[in-house]
């Protein structure tokens, strides 16, 4: 306001305008509701395309749960990018068969299907079990996997915990049998001592070994150093409940767990970075602390190769049953498909779960968006 300092009198214009409105980005749209995979309530960065929306969330087939019905989230999503729309956050919904929401998948899960929604898979005896746990809940986590063991070349560097092959230049008796039974094969652990010193374990006991000795040291082997061995990996792909691509991976340790922490249900864990790009949870033990596996032979026997070899394989290889289950292993040997069951899309979510909070942070439904 000015300032007037002789008496007289003075004409102010003043503006009856109200103020302009701040620009706002309008780019961005926000969807809540219910869909066939995704975490609950955790919205994930904006997408772009209805194809990076069903690579995240699910197509648009109907939900399947307590009350089958249209996937509207879908459809809201294929006609926002119909009509030109650029970026999209979604809020997944989800409302449990029974109980409250969790993320807790060591906890009991109960009979199929599973009121968390998530499908399951239980491999293995009492004496040595893995569970198979889709990472988010919905139908379309009744996944499938097809898995396939590779037996690389010699390794330049060996990890503890590795599943080994050893050539016919080893000290241990061929494979008898046709199929060779898992025990036949010269597969060993890899493990190291304190002092540096390498040993294989879990294999057949070569010629001159002690009676009742389990692990053996590479010259009793007659293993000329760790670079001669080659390591057995497993590859993984995994579709969903009706084929749907969901990624692969190569290279994976057979190891349930090792030293460095980066063992197959280390990597496949709950609290992994980059969950949000592994649709499945790898578990060791049928419950927590019970029947672990104790190392990648007995995650094999789990996974019951089969070691069997045609007569032209055979043949390709010179008659030596020990060169063409390697070649068949170099080639990659498919192991039996795998596929997880109960995962269920919940029932209608209720209006506050819409509604949603603000706290805890980042809050649920609307309040986060």
């Known amino acids: 306001m000015p300032s007037y300092f002789a008496p007289g009198v003075f004409v102010e214009e003043l503006s009856v305008r109200p103020p302009g409105i701040a620009r706002a980005d309008m780019g961005t749209a926000g969807f809540i509701g219910p869909c066939r995979w995704g975490p609950p309530e955790q919205p994930l960065d904006a997408v772009g395309s209805l194809a990076e929306f069903e690579r995240h969330y699910g197509d648009g087939r109907a939900l399947q749960g307590g009350a089958p019905g249209v996937n509207h989230l879908w459809q809201a999503a294929r006609c926002f990018f119909l009509e030109g729309g650029r970026r999209l956050r979604v809020c997944r919904v989800f409302r449990p068969l029974q109980g409250p929401e969790t ?53 330049p560097a060996l990890t503890e915990g590795d599943v080994v092959w050893l050539d016919e230049a080893a000290r241990v008796p061929a494979p008898a049998s046709n199929p060779a ?27 001159g070994a002690a009676a009742g000795a389990s692990r053996f040291t590479l010259a009793e082997l007659g293993v000329p150093g760790p670079a001669a061995l080659r390591v057995l990996t497993l590859a993984l792909q ?52 019970q029947g672990l596996l104790a190392d990648g032979l007995a995650l094999l026997r789990v996974l019951a190769p089969d070691g069997a070899v045609a007569p032209a394989e055979l043949a390709q290889a010179g008659g030596s049953l020990w060169r063409a289950l390697a070649q068949r292993l170099a080639r990659g040997l498919a192991l039996p498909s795998l596929r997880l069951s109960g995962g269920n899309d919940g029932l209608p979510p209720t209006r506050m779960q819409y509604q949603g909070q603000v706290l805890p942070a980042p809050g649920t439904g609307l309040a986060q968006l």
């Open 238 to 289: 995994v579709r969903g409940a009706e084929g749907q691509a969901m990624g692969q991976w190569q290279g994976l340790p057979l190891a349930p767990s090792r030293p460095g922490g980066d063992g197959l249900c280390e990597r496949w864990g709950l609290g992994v970075a980059d969950a949000a790009a592994l649709p499945l949870v790898w578990l060791n033990g049928g419950a927590p602390g």
């Open 103 to 155: 993320a807790d998948l060591q906890a009991p899960a109960g009979a199929a299907p599973y009121a968390d929604g998530r499908g399951r898979l239980l491999l293995g005896s009492a004496a040595g079990q893995c569970r198979l746990i889709a990472r988010h809940p919905g139908a379309l986590g009744n996944l499938q996997l097809d898995l396939t063991l590779t037996l690389g070349p010699p390794a």
């Open 181 to 207: 039974a898992l025990s036949e094969l010269p597969l060993y652990v890899a493990q190291r001592d304190d002092a540096g010193t390498w040993w294989l374990a879990g294999g057949p006991r070569p010629a």
